[in-house]
């Protein structure tokens, strides 16, 4: 049985902020029969993740592969892959069987021809929304958890700033380290962003970077008594006046830099007279490292915050193949809230 | 009984690299009787440690301050203090009696009235040259052994670059991770000195940066197969050219920048995608904060290494008090080899 698969390119590689130009909607046919025996699956799509580290995978020399083996630079006119989630249509492996709900590594696309490797596990929807899986209760929501709790290993009472604080992980550190009992204070780029942090996640402050001229001089404000805990997403002049506001033994975890991923002159410097004498340290990581050791804590943990309700869950869903590059450039222009996914089907059944 | 006693003072505020005519050696009567059962205690002193840190607290902001309660800056016009080995020559201290020898933070002076607090321990020469308790058994060797083995962790076979090569700290974590087992390149500021890390101290191979244009390609030749560790003992744009030639999981342990603490517009910049994707964790330190735990086994661990004669101690001996300027001003143009410490006695009888 063939039918019209629609699947998202980029037409080129993109070396800054992305536009939604720079993508496309493609079409092919593709057969849905696979043959018995065969470790060949065929999962229909329900939601699509949309993440911003993509975007150093699209660049012509993409400075995470020369560190990650596993990713794999994005091709021009090749489908994308990435976290979705989805429905087996087909299976020819006897571990999978039709209707089986599964998050994997698939192509950005109505149908995925997948193989075992490519399914991270299945999924049970009797609970919790399938798309918790893509967000809180995923590869965002160990993020932000083995980034707080492993990294930065936090005290009560400790003074935590998180930048990028309405972005997936954000929201989700800044919720966390309330939970846990600390000082939160979250930077963001837009007025309605600031009470959005204040009022509906009780961040105990927040500011519009935006509107900050001199960002050591806005940090001291916000933290008279120093930074303990710099979450850093967005990487820049940010991380430079973090370094000046912080106490002794401060903890900066950075799990991604979206300032510098469009514009490498956004670099910032660092003042290691600041982090030798103040002892700070400073680690990127990557949440897939933990799986093994952290991932059923995690799950354990967030799943009881949101069966309590202590932990909000914030996602930003987009409709449709075609809104794909709004939703992926939307990342990068702060137009979006939460975590951002795109629901391919009306309806999950 | 009345003595004349020589200090060192700086006359001013030092704000870039220091020169001779920023100090001055100025002359006091000191009275060498102490009260009975005071805790007043007069040293004379032996042997100045001469330490590139002090130049932070010569600063008119001294950005250590803010940092560490015991590092107060130094007053232009009073004596300087610091690393010190004297002789006991008074006591009203039950637990010190002339003869004893001591090391502790005293004046750059010939004499220095001292309490208690001051003295961090007694020393012994009948193993050691007293010297070493200012350099190899001393804050330098700790800086070297807890940076190294506690800071960065390292497995055998790692690849390791040491900045600053031969300077105190440099020359002995170079050592430290030959006799570990790891692959050591050293970078320093001549071609004699060059020479000097692979001939007579066994690094693996050691280059001048002042010959190298392009760090990071000069890099790339010394570690083809990329860097585990780096010992950084200089700052600015070195950080920045190891970062782009680390290996996934590599480490930073900061314990000094001397390329920025005399000009602030060295600062290095940090390419955070790297350290993102690369996991790279980058501490500050300073080694009084492991003494509790780590000193003992340090000094055993040391002391061993000495009596085999696998670690050579290069010191850097001038002698007299007038040569304490000089001294300092040439760990910052590159003159000193090892440790430099400054004589002020013909015979430490």
Known sequence: MEVSNKYVVIKHHIEEAPKESDFEVKTESLNLLVDEGSDDIIVKNLYISIDPFQINRMKSFSPSQDALSSSTAIIPGKAIDGPVIGKVVASGNSKFEKGDLVLGVFTWAEYSLVKETSILRKLDSS????????GVLGYGGMTAYVGFFELCKP??????????????VGILVGQYAKLFGCYVVGCTGSHN???????????????????????SSTLKRYFPEGIDIYFDNVGGKML???IANMNTFGRVAICGATAEYTDLRK???????????KRITIKGFIATDFMIHHFSNFMKKTSNYLRTGELKVIEDISLGMESVPSAFVGLFNGSNVGKKIVRLVEDEE
């Open 127 to 134: 609970e919790f929304p399938l798309t918790y899986h893509l």
């Open 155 to 168: 005290e009560r009472g400790e003074k935590v700033f998180v930048s990028t604080a309405c972005g997936n």
């Open 193 to 215: 962003k600031v009470v959005f942090l204040k009022e509906k996640l009780g961040f105990d402050d927040a500011f519009n970077y935006k509107e900050e001229k001199d960002l």
């Open 240 to 242: 430079e006046a973090v």
């Open 267 to 277: 670099t910032g410097s660092l003042d290691l007279v600041n982090v030798i004498y």
